[in-house]
């Protein structure tokens, strides 16, 4: 069974929305972290950019500066599906998206991740 796969991508206008999914069998048995990140255009060279994580122990959050206010990570544990609604979204929200597992967030929104799957790509453009 697949699992990180992320869903929900395509193209949107500015201040437009998208709600991303991350497909996690077994999602209200988890106890770690899920988290989203993503990676700009520009090949391999570009590093990737923490975007949110939630820990599932407590339902803690957190988000990079530049999405506070903008996105929100949920989870649904009869779907098996965690969330990223993305709200007013701006060109430097392209890129392609990606969901993964850590231990925990540790306070950051960008942890240390062990596993990720397919990525959706996110293109915000007029």
């Known amino acids: 069974q697949e699992h990180f796969v992320a869903s929900g991508g395509g193209l949107v206008q500015p201040g437009g929305s998208l709600r991303l999914s991350c497909a996690v069998p077994g999602l209200s048995h988890e106890t770690n972290a899920i988290g989203w990140f993503r990676q700009a255009p520009g090949g391999e060279e570009r590093e990737s950019d923490g975007?949110?994580?939630?820990?599932?122990?407590?339902?803690?959050?957190f988000y990079r500066d530049s999405v506070k206010g903008r996105f929100i990570i949920s989870r649904d544990n009869d779907k098996n599906t965690v969330y990223l609604q993305m709200n007013n979204l701006k060109h430097e929200d392209t890129a392609t998206y990606y969901c993964?597992?850590?231990?925990?967030?540790?306070?950051?929104?960008?942890?240390?991740?062990?596993?990720w799957g397919q990525g959706t790509q996110v293109t915000v453009s007029s």
């Open positions: 993964g597992m850590a231990e925990r967030c540790g306070g950051s929104y960008y942890p240390e991740y062990y596993d």
């Open positions: 975007v949110s994580c939630i820990n599932l122990s407590d339902g803690n959050t």
